[in-house]
Structure formats: C-alpha cells, structure tokens
C-alpha cells in the first residue's frame, strides 16, 4: 500500500520561509515523478512544481525564483523549499507521485500572514 505523509507545513508571515517534506513508502519512488500541488480556498488544486525520475524540474510561474523542489531517492522523500512567501501562498499542498497509479498525500496547511 502507497502512502505518502507530509509535513512542514504552518503559519509564516510574509516574506518568511518553510520547508515541507513528503515520505513515500510501499511504491516505485525513484522512478517515478514526483510534485507538489496546492489548493486554496474556493480554487481548484494546482500544480506547484514537480520533479522527474531523471532530475528535470518543472514550476509554476507564480512560484518560479521562490520555491525550490528536491528528492532523495535513498529516503524516498521529496521536498518543497519556500522562500519570500507572500499570503496568496496560503493553501493545503499536496505531495504527488505519478506512478502506475496516481498517488496523493493528506495535505499540510500553509498560512502565510501580510
């Protein structure tokens, strides 16, 4: 059984930063793809960035320059690292890894204050 389990999450102000992680256990995580995405209230779920089994990276414009996204295939993890967080930031995000299903973890609350 894939479960993914994220944490990291919290409350920043503006400007500040946050690193979440995401621990993948039961499925093919060094040869999968793996990302994040975010949902903020009221909106549909959107990718923020992912990365692929051969290290190509892919952002979202909005986050580009800001966030950085990283795994360590020998700890079957994957990480966000957030910098200059500003509040339309504020969402659940999600860990994503595309394997021969799609697989997704519970979710850790990002607030950002102005």
């Known amino acids: 059984q894939v479960q993914l389990v994220e944490s990291g999450g919290g409350l920043v102000q503006a400007g500040g930063s946050l690193r979440l992680s995401c621990a993948a256990s039961g499925s093919t995580f060094s040869i999968d793809r793996v990302g994040w995405y975010r949902q903020a209230p009221g909106k549909q779920r959107e990718l923020v960035a992912f990365?692929?089994?051969?290290?190509?990276?892919h952002y979202a414009d909005s986050v580009k320059g800001r966030f950085t996204i990283s795994r360590d295939n020998a700890k079957n993890t994957v990480y966000l690292q957030m910098n200059s967080l500003k509040p339309e930031d504020t969402a659940v995000y999600y860990c994503?890894?595309?394997?021969?299903?799609?697989?997704w973890g519970q979710g850790t609350q990002v607030t950002v204050s102005s």
């Open positions: 994503n890894e595309k394997g021969p299903a799609d697989y």
């Open positions: 990365i692929s089994r051969g290290g190509s990276i």
